[in-house]
């Protein structure tokens, strides 16, 4: 069973920069694609981020130039760069991927960003 696990959440003022991680229990070379989401209360689940297996990357307008998805295959990672954070960054942000098919989330870390 493949399990995602992300760190590197916390709390930080605005024009912070945190880097969030994720940790897959099997190999993520064949994955297609991994990506960042992301969900305030009150709202639904957005893609932040998101990289193919090729390492093409496409970001959310909102963290477009601020942020960087990267992927470590040989340490099955999968990382989220997060700079000149904003308060409306505040949220909890979800690790994705998608291996053979197969679509699995981790359960999430806590963004919080103060003003």
């Known amino acids: 069973q493949v399990q995602l696990v992300e760190s590197g959440g916390g709390l930080v003022q605005a024009g912070g920069s945190l880097r969030l991680s994720c940790a897959a229990s099997v190999s993520i070379f064949s994955a297609n694609f991994m990506g960042w989401y992301r969900q305030a209360p009150g709202n639904q689940r957005e893609l932040v981020a998101v990289?193919?297996?090729?390492?093409?990357?496409n970001y959310a307008d909102s963290v477009k130039g601020r942020s960087t998805i990267s992927r470590d295959n040989a340490k099955n990672m999968l990382y989220l760069q997060m700079n000149s954070l904003k308060p409306e960054d505040t949220a909890v942000y979800y690790c994705n991927a998608n291996i053979a098919v197969y679509n699995y989330w981790g359960q999430g870390t806590q963004v919080t960003v103060s003003s």
């Open positions: 990289i193919t297996r090729d390492g093409s990357t």
